[in-house]
């Protein structure tokens, strides 16, 4: 379906800036639909296939499609080392006015230096190559310029304490990448609150997941496991992960008392 709108607007000779601006989407909203990045809409097809010109019967057709089979929830298995998933999720964090992000095992990735990055992809993928390896780390940083940029989004991280402290790529990495997660909370746009391994089991240990939050879209929930990605838009996903990040949020440590204890552990690296 998605292909087939793609091919319909190439038919019609618009280019797609046009169509964005004559429908009221943003460019990216329309390259999610046209790549089957998103759940399609029936209002929104409806609205492209009479830009394009659509026979009617035709114009039912796709439209029936849409209202009987469509699924606002999509899947992306990887392909290679590199995860494929990260093309559509710079393109929504950038379009995002929040980010919500809560980990177990690593440092949230909008937060992580270089070298972290990079032991953690030795140390995950132990025959990865060197220039497998820069790419890798290259994506990585490239994702964090929008923290940066002017209008940049709200990010706020919560992170379990042995994320922390597991020592990836050795004690200076580590001493180094937490005074980075120091220096960053002291930016207005950027909150971090960790949860201390003595609060016990809670609901964040279904895994780690990104609440992206826009301006005139629906929230997105963003999971990523072994080489799998899901975007999920669902009411109930998204409701469910918000009590979940509201959960670990009312029982995190406040961002005060979080830096303090970064510090400290910092401190057991130098």
Not at 50 to 77: F, H, I, K
Not at 102 to 127: C, H, K, N, S, W
Not at 244 to 263: F, G, K, M, Q
Request: hydrophobic share 45%.
């Amino acid at each position: 379906m998605s292909s087939e709108l793609r091919e319909l607007r190439l038919r019609s000779g618009l280019p797609a800036e046009e169509v964005a601006n004559a429908l009221g989407f943003s460019m990216s909203k329309l390259s999610r639909i046209e790549n089957g990045q998103r759940g399609l809409r029936a209002d929104d097809v409806a609205a492209l296939l009479g830009l394009y010109r659509v026979p009617v019967q035709r114009r039912d057709e796709l439209l029936a499609l849409v209202r009987s089979g469509s699924d606002p929830n999509w899947w992306q298995v990887q392909n290679g080392r590199l995860p494929a998933m990260w093309s559509d999720v710079i393109r929504f964090e950038k379009e995002a006015v929040a980010i919500r992000n809560y980990e177990t095992m690593f440092i949230p990735g909008l937060l992580q230096t270089a070298e972290y990055v990079g032991a953690i992809g030795r140390g995950t993928q132990p025959d990865i190559g060197v220039e497998e390896l820069d790419t890798l780390v290259s994506a990585r940083l490239g994702r964090q310029a929008l923290l940066s940029r002017a209008g940049a989004p709200e990010l706020e991280v919560l992170v379990e304490q042995v994320a922390l402290e597991r020592p990836v790529g050795g004690p200076d990495i580590m001493h180094r990448q937490l005074r980075h997660l120091m220096d960053s909370a002291e930016r207005d746009n950027i909150t971090i609150r960790v949860l201390p391994t003595a609060l016990g089991a809670h609901p964040g240990m279904e895994g780690p997941f990104v609440l992206l939050e826009f301006a005139d879209e629906p929230t997105l929930v963003y999971l990523e496991h072994r080489g799998n990605s899901a975007f999920l838009e669902t009411a109930e996903h998204v409701a469910s992960t918000t009590l979940t990040l509201e959960w670990l949020r009312d029982r995190a440590l406040s961002p005060e008392d979080s830096i303090e204890l970064v510090a400290a552990v910092a401190r057991n690296f130098a």
